[in-house]
């Protein structure tokens, strides 16, 4: 039996694990950002690691954990 080894990539970014939750969870960012009643662009923000796009600290958090709630993580592992 042969054995490839090969590169598995994990997201390292708080942007990376959001876009890779949302997307094992089948959700569209519309789709995503109605569920957490969090706006699209905070969205497309954040995973795309743009945080100068982003409203002031504190709606920012109040986003991740709502984030988070959809998908029934803690916010801690997209707090590095």
Avoid: H
Wanted: proline share 2%.
């Amino acid at each position: 039996m042969i054995f490839e080894s090969r590169q598995v990539s994990t997201p390292t970014t708080v942007g990376e694990e959001l876009a890779a939750q949302r997307q094992a969870a089948g959700f569209s960012v519309a789709l995503l950002a109605e569920r957490a009643g969090v706006s699209i662009s905070i969205i497309t923000a954040l995973e795309v690691n743009d945080y100068s796009r982003l409203t002031p600290d504190i709606y920012t958090k109040q986003g991740l954990r709502r984030l988070a709630q959809v998908f029934g993580v803690e916010t801690e592992i997209w707090q590095r």
